[in-house]
């Protein structure tokens, strides 16, 4: 028996990367998945996700044997991800852990950065994070528990340079994982927040990279802020999947209201 059989659970970001590894593993271990994402052109200067990718997740969580539900959905419009997991819900018949991973992160100096580029890091950041708490919370209170998982950055544990938009949400992140939980645990649900580093990804592409390159060389001192303790760059989604599988299991039943930093050590260094 998995870890997670009989159980249902809601993943935002979830054609690629992260969202993905978690959509599959959490298959492997016995879970039906609800898998949105937004499939659209976001202007980062990473590709963004494709409707094609988010139907390869389908397939893959299929292949294990286990139901899916997907949807393209963008986790700012509150009422229509509310209307896609309502819908989900009733089809699978319950929700058990709600895997907040949507997001976005477009590296640049302080002087460059527009109002448009920090109202996206808050809109996508922020916004969709709550808006993926506000229409899980009640199917998790409705099931009599389970657990929510925000997922934030090593850059909302510690400063990260280049990063301001995506510092100040990730940090925020953490702040509303916290509120969820004092607030929701008298229903036995959890709420805890995820902190990586760097995870190769299409948001820890060359592009990305090449941005904080740039800067460091510009500004060098703070370039060790990005130094790992572990003799690892990157992260494989995979290793962030092992915390947030861990955070929807019983194994973590007493736990909330905590950060768990699968990050390498950068928080520390």
């Known amino acids: 028996m998995g870890m997670l059989e009989g159980k249902v659970a809601l993943i935002t970001g979830a054609a690629r990367g992260q969202g993905r590894s978690h959509a599959l593993r959490f298959a492997r271990e016995g879970a039906d998945i609800i898998a949105v994402d937004i499939c659209a052109d976001l202007g980062t200067p990473y590709p963004s996700a494709t409707p094609e990718e988010l139907a390869e997740t389908e397939r893959l969580v299929g292949a294990t044997g286990r139901r899916i539900v997907t949807a393209q959905v963008d986790v700012r419009d509150l009422a229509a991800l509310r209307a896609v997991v309502d819908g989900a819900v009733a089809e699978l018949g319950r929700l058990d852990t709600v895997v907040a991973n949507a997001a976005v992160c477009v590296p640049a100096m302080w002087d460059r950065v527009t109002p448009e580029l920090f109202e996206q890091h808050m809109s996508t950041n922020v916004t969709g994070v709550w808006n993926t708490a506000m229409v899980g919370a009640p199917h998790l209170v409705a099931a009599g528990g389970g657990s929510m998982i925000l997922v934030s950055s090593a850059a909302g544990l510690t400063v ?44 820890g592409s060359q592009d990305v990279l090449g941005i904080v390159g740039e800067a460091i060389e510009a500004h060098p001192k703070l370039g060790g802020m990005f130094t790992t303790l572990l003799p690892v760059d990157q992260l494989e989604p995979s290793d962030i999947t092992d915390t947030v599988l861990f955070l929807a299991s019983d194994g973590s039943r007493t736990m909330t209201a905590h950060e768990l930093a699968p990050d390498a050590g950068v928080t520390e260094y």
């Open 160 to 203: 990260q340079p280049f990063l301001i938009p995506y510092t100040t949400s990730k940090f925020a992140v953490r702040g509303m994982a916290k509120a969820f939980a004092v607030e929701l645990g008298e229903y036995n649900v959890r709420v805890n927040s995820v902190h990586p580093s760097a995870v190769k990804t299409p948001m």
